[in-house]
């Protein structure tokens, strides 16, 4: 493990509920959050226009496209001394990989040649991923489960239907 790693894993360990929650977590689910929600219009219409290899590059590029705007704009946006909100490089470290991490796993699905096949799997992917969000911000910020499954569910909804209506276009 790197200093680096060990660094940030000591100070998780040393931290009270606040600093995680405004030094880690919510960097992080900011990050899988718009990963995860706006990867998922251009993926679709992709796949629906051009087949699962454009949908797989398509979108690997907008998670890492994503990845970097968010972490780059993260770091840029808050030096913590104001807000207490941590190291703005570190935040945006999270936060970038994080975006990538949302917006890479449902991607993977188009691997797989047949359109039809991969769209059904990246549609589990997405599932999983929303309700991977929810029961963060359950444990962390606190959210109703119901609440917050309704919410991440209509954004991801939202998005996913504007690339399927455009791939249909």
Same mark, same amino acid.
């Given at each position: 493990?790197?200093?680096?790693?060990?660094?940030?894993?000591?100070?998780?360990?040393?931290?009270?509920?606040?600093?995680?929650?405004?030094?880690?977590?919510?960097?992080?689910?900011?990050? #899988?959050?718009?990963?995860?929600?706006?990867t998922?219009?251009?993926?679709?219409?992709?796949?629906?226009?051009?087949?699962?290899?454009?949908? #797989?590059?398509?979108?690997?590029?907008?998670?890492?496209?994503?990845?970097?705007?968010?972490?780059?704009?993260?770091?840029?946006?808050?030096?913590?001394?104001l807000?207490?909100?941590?190291?703005?490089?570190?935040?945006g470290?999270?936060?970038?990989?994080?975006?990538?991490?949302?917006?890479?796993? !449902?991607?993977?699905p188009?691997?797989?040649?047949?359109?039809?096949?991969?769209? #059904?799997?990246?549609?589990?992917?997405?599932?999983?991923?929303l309700?991977?969000?929810?029961?963060?911000?359950?444990?962390?910020?606190?959210?109703?489960l119901?609440?917050s499954?309704?919410?991440?569910?209509?954004?991801?909804?939202?998005?996913?239907?504007?690339?399927?209506?455009?791939? !249909?276009?």
């Amino acid at each position: 493990m790197t200093a680096a790693a060990q660094a940030l894993i000591a100070r998780w360990k040393g931290a009270d509920e606040r600093e995680r929650v405004l030094q880690v977590v919510q960097p992080g689910l900011i990050g #899988l959050i718009d990963g995860t929600v706006s990867t998922l219009a251009p993926i679709f219409a992709s796949a629906y226009v051009a087949g699962s290899r454009a949908a #797989l590059l398509v979108g690997l590029a907008s998670a890492l496209g994503a990845a970097i705007s968010m972490g780059i704009s993260e770091a840029l946006s808050d030096d913590g001394s104001l807000t207490g909100r941590g190291d703005s490089v570190n935040r945006g470290l999270i936060t970038g990989i994080a975006t990538f991490i949302g917006g890479a796993f !449902h991607s993977l699905p188009f691997l797989i040649p047949n359109v039809s096949q991969a769209l #059904l799997v990246a549609y589990a992917v997405v599932a999983i991923e929303l309700l991977a969000i929810a029961f963060v911000r359950k444990r962390y910020l606190k959210v109703a489960l119901s609440q917050s499954l309704v919410q991440v569910t209509m954004a991801g909804a939202m998005v996913a239907g504007v690339g399927i209506a455009i791939g !249909h276009a």
